[in-house]
Nanobody, 119 residues
Framework: QVQLVESGGGLVQAGDSLRLSCTTSGLTFSTYDMGWFRHAPGKENRFVAAIDWTGSSTYSRDSVKGRFTISRDNAKNTVYLQMSNLSPEDTPVYYC????????????WGRGTQVTVSS
C-alpha cells in the first residue's frame, strides 16, 4: 500500500520559515517525480513545486521562487519543501504527490499538512 505522509505544518508569523516533509512508503521512491501542491478552501489545488526523480531538476510557481526550495533524500524516501519569508497568502493546506517517471499525472497523494501564516 502506497502512503505519503506530510508533516511540518503549523502556525507561524509572516516572515517566518517552515520546512515541510513528505515521507513515502510502498513505492520505489527513486523512480518517482515528487511535487508539492496547496489547496485553499473554495479554490483549486495549485502547483507549488516539483522535483524530478533524479533530484537534478526542480520547478516552482513564480510566486514562491526565491522563497521556497524543494529537495529530496532518496535514502530516506522523503521530499522536503523549505519555505521562507512566509506571507498570509501561503496559508492553505499543503499536499505532496508522487508521479512515476515519464507519466503525465500524479498518481499518489498525501492527506496534507496545514500551514497558517498570521500577519
Amino acid at each position: 500500500q502506497v502512503q505519503l505522509v506530510e508533516s511540518g505544518g503549523g502556525l507561524v508569523q509572516a516572515g517566518d520559515s517552515l520546512r515541510l516533509s513528505c515521507t513515502t512508503s510502498g513505492l520505489t521512491f527513486s523512480t518517482y517525480d515528487m511535487g508539492w501542491f496547496r489547496h485553499a478552501p473554495g479554490k483549486e489545488n495549485r502547483f507549488v513545486a516539483a522535483i524530478d526523480w533524479t533530484g537534478s531538476s526542480t520547478y516552482s510557481r513564480d510566486s514562491v521562487k526565491g522563497r521556497f526550495t524543494i529537495s529530496r533524500d532518496n535514502a530516506k524516501n522523503t521530499v522536503y519543501l523549505q519555505m521562507s519569508n512566509l506571507s498570509p497568502e501561503d496559508t492553505p493546506v499543503y499536499y505532496c504527490a508522487a508521479r512515476r517517471r515519464g507519466a503525465n499525472a500524479y498518481t499518489y497523494w498525501g492527506r496534507g499538512t496545514q500551514v497558517t501564516v498570521s500577519s
